[in-house]
């Protein structure tokens, strides 16, 4: 019940403010200054984080009796909340605000003695001890995001669109792992946060500004520092990725200051929602693909809740590189690339345009990285083996020589028969890489490096998908009969009996050989030099399976 009413409370009262507000504003004349470096082209109240605050306040008053035996947090939000305020009316100092950000964390983090002590199981069974440093960090922790999401709010609805997101995250944590206080504290927000998006969303009628965005910063750091200082089980890696978009954008753009001797604190065109309009997506389109962009980096964090540890581990190499991956992209976009492909998207544009501009070298840099990904999925469980049946043994030394043989005969060039035979080896050497997990030794240390293979396919998938984008050759992408037959090899494994299926994780290879497929077939279309280093990666991978389970020789790695 408390629920509802905290949420109901907290809606209304902030759909009810933020318009008042809005009249207030006006009439005081408290407007957002219009300048090159911002988007918006008329003058817009910027004091709607007193309409967000208010709502948060009043309703966990009245229903959140709880909110007053963790007093800390409100105390320190409400001064957080009016150092913004103070800042949006009389334009505080940069270095004013942030000595007031250290001492408000500093008092935060002594008063609830909320530190992190480790940075847990950022890689599987791995913690990193902070030992002294556990205050010092996790007080750089709470004014990081602070500020991240106060530099996030630079389009209508960003800044509070990405608060949304993450609240809604952080709020099923603490339901799963039955932390009331946090719970009503987050659907609290939750509300206030709806009902002021009506309002911001663009085009926007009201910003929230530093009085908003640094005190959602704040509640969401507070939560966030909570979690990773007494929940055990969510590890740093999830926390970082619920807040990964706007925590990347501030490094880029402190990165990008430094580079070109600018003041860390100073304004300008450095955020990644001004690149993404640079290039050409509107203010509506640029904020979209941020949020989107925010969800999936969410869903990547929390898939250790969601999948068996076993699996979920792979995924968090996969979201970094994917976050880092769409952020170059945009970057290495030339300013109105995406605006020149609106309505157009052809690939005599893309080709013509590829073609002027030698330097845009992306779609090689896309192909390298696709090629080694494959090729080291195909070797790194090989290089690890230590025990596979002698049946798949013989049968990956008698691939390995049939496609060999075949390689040499037609002088390494490709044709049906050999592409027939290269994906019956790729099947076989996928079913001796799944057999067993892959286990790296180290004296007497063994350590589960299964998650890193996994991960690889889906690097796979991402810069397949990228280098169907923009590597033109990708238009001659074609689907033979002799493709079909190939496709039915992973759809036969899946209905033989169920025992063999569980037994060779068979359902796990047929996923592997379809991404491996569509993979290689992409990039097949390139350069013949290519093709030769990915087969011969299976002949070698093929042999060690071949030598460790036939001959049954361990390699000792």
Partial sequence: MNFISLFLTSFLFSMILTPLTIRFAAKKNLFDSLSERKVHRKEVPRIGGFSLYISFLIANIIFNKQIFTQWYILCCATIIFFLGLLD??????????????????TIFVILSNYSIQSINSFLPGVDIPLGFLAIPFSIFFLIFIMNAINLADGLDGLASGISLIATIFL?????????MTSSLLLITVLGSILGFLKYNSYPAKVFMGDSGSIFLGFILGSISLKYLSEIKHIPFYTIAMI?????????????????????????????F?????????THAESVKLILFLTMISCIIGSMPFVFPKRYAWSLWPTGIIFLFSIIFLCYKMPKGFLLNLKGKYNTRYLRGYLKKRKSFRLPILITKILKYTIIISFLLPAAFTSSIPSFLGIISFAMAGILLTSLLVNNIKINDYIIFIFYMSVLVLLAANNYN??????????????????????IIILFSFLKAIFDVQSRYFKISNLDFLILLLPLFLTIVQRSTVTEYHLHSISLKFLIIFFATKILFLRKVKHNRRVLISVVIGLTIVGIVGGLKIKLGI
């Avoid at 009316?89 to 270095?95: P, Y």
């Avoid at 709020?171 to 932390?179: E, G, K």
């Fill in 437 to 458: 997990p892959i286990i790296f030794s180290i004296s007497s240390l063994h350590y589960n490096i299964t998650w890193i293979y996994n991960s690889l396919f889906i």
């Fill in 171 to 179: 709020l099923y944590f603490s339901i799963r792992f039955n932390d």
């Fill in 88 to 105: 949006d009316i009389k334009n505080l100092s940069s270095k004013t605000k942030f000595i007031w950000q250290i001492i408000v964390a």
């Fill in 273 to 281: 929602h001004h690149r993404l309009m640079n290039i050409g997506l």
């Fill in 243 to 271: 807040i990964g978009i706007p925590c990347l954008d501030m490094l880029n753009v402190v990165y990008q200051r430094k580079k070109n001797k600018k003041a860390i604190f100073s304004a300008d065109q450095s955020h």
